[in-house]
């Protein structure tokens, strides 16, 4: 358990918040992992109660630790968006198994729904600061480009090893991609479908039909990792 002080809030989409906190002494995460907040004497809160697990969006070579998370109406993150700089919070963590693999012959496939980005923004940050040499593509899916998060850097990190699709489901005006992630949108991008581990984080309801996608799709089980951001 760790104490961590609030330093700064960003917005980074609608409604979307990125929140800095110093790193602890003796703290380090894998890219991908997450912690357990919670506010500490907290002011009357709702059944939710006062503890939220969170992705770490920032990776692990950077000096300080970064959520990001839609701003709704729970007591928890009312509290969140508007506690002074400064507040400190209990952090549990690091936690999860949502890492990249070690086998570099084996592609990466990132599925992200809306928020889900966080724990990819930590590994394509992470891999291009060691220079991992994983092939790596990014398939984000958001309503509209006003909801897509960390879009304009995830653009700039393109290249030679790490790709990006990003669709926009509900964006009439918008002249890229706006299907869904399907296995159609999979089979344009990717040579082959069944050499990939794939990686999907976002909304109950993203997950659950990646998973059956990928399933589908004769992906085994040992093949996909998951985050399941439940709450939303
Ligand atoms: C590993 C992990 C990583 C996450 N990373 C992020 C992130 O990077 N960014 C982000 O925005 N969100 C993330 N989430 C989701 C986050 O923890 C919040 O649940 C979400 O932000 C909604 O919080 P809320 O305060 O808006 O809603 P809440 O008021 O908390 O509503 C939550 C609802 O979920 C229900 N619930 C509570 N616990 C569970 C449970 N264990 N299983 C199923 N349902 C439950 C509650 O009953 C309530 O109805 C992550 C979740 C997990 C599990």
Do not use: C
Not at 86 to 105: F, N, W
Not at 107 to 124: C, E, H, R, W, Y
Not at 170 to 177: K, L, M, T, V
Not at 183 to 201: C, K, T, V
């Amino acid at each position: 358990m760790y104490e961590v002080t609030l330093r700064r809030r960003e917005p980074v989409a609608e409604r979307t918040l990125a929140f800095y906190f110093d790193k602890p002494a003796g703290f380090s995460h894998d890219a991908g992992q997450n912690v357990m907040l919670s506010l500490i004497e907290p002011p009357a809160m709702d059944a939710a109660g006062p503890s939220r697990p969170f992705t770490l969006a920032s990776a692990p070579h950077e000096p300080e630790l970064m959520i990001a998370t839609r701003m709704r109406d729970s007591s928890f993150k009312r509290h969140l968006g508007s506690v002074p700089l400064g507040t400190r919070l209990e952090m549990d963590g690091p936690a999860g198994l949502l890492v990249l693999h070690e086998d570099v012959s084996r592609p990466a496939v990132f599925l992200a729904g809306g928020i889900g980005i966080t724990p990819f923004l930590a590994m394509a940050r992470d891999a291009e600061k060691r220079k991992l040499p994983h092939r790596i593509v990014l398939f984000y899916s958001n309503r509209r480009p006003r909801d897509a998060a960390f879009l304009a850097e995830l653009e700039r990190l393109q290249g030679d090893r790490f790709r990006l699709v990003t669709t926009m489901t509900d964006a009439p005006e918008w002249r890229g991609e706006r299907r869904r992630i399907s296995r159609e949108l999979l089979a344009e991008h990717l040579p082959d479908l069944r050499s990939p581990i794939y990686y999907f984080a976002g909304p109950p309801g993203m997950t659950m039909a990646v998973q059956g996608m990928l399933s589908e799709l004769g992906i085994a089980e040992d093949d996909m990792r998951s985050e399941e951001f439940y709450g939303y």
